[in-house]
């Protein structure tokens, strides 16, 4: 089972972010937790200065931008 986290404050890139993330999850027919952080002193634990970050399995894999449900796949395949 794999855990994703949508790091941020509940902005539109955010939400835009955990819409791609579960598509991505979806279509690879994943098991997965997702979970969204907003508490801005957890999203620092993980080392993010630019939000939304994307995490998998508490690793952090894209911050600062949306990235494409292609490249999300490629990250939740690993």
Not at 1 to 24: D, F, H, N, R, V
Not at 34 to 39: F, T, W
Not at 50 to 77: C, D, Q, R, W, Y
């Amino acid at each position: 089972m794999k855990k994703i986290q949508i790091l941020g404050t509940g902005c539109p890139k955010c939400e835009k972010l955990a819409e791609s993330a579960k598509k991505a999850a979806d279509d690879l027919r994943l098991e997965y937790e997702m979970e969204k952080v907003k508490d801005i002193t957890e999203i620092m634990k993980f080392g993010v200065m630019m939000t939304p970050a994307l995490a998998v399995n508490g690793e952090v894999k894209f911050s600062g931008k949306v990235p494409s449900v292609e490249e999300i796949k490629e990250v939740l395949n690993d």
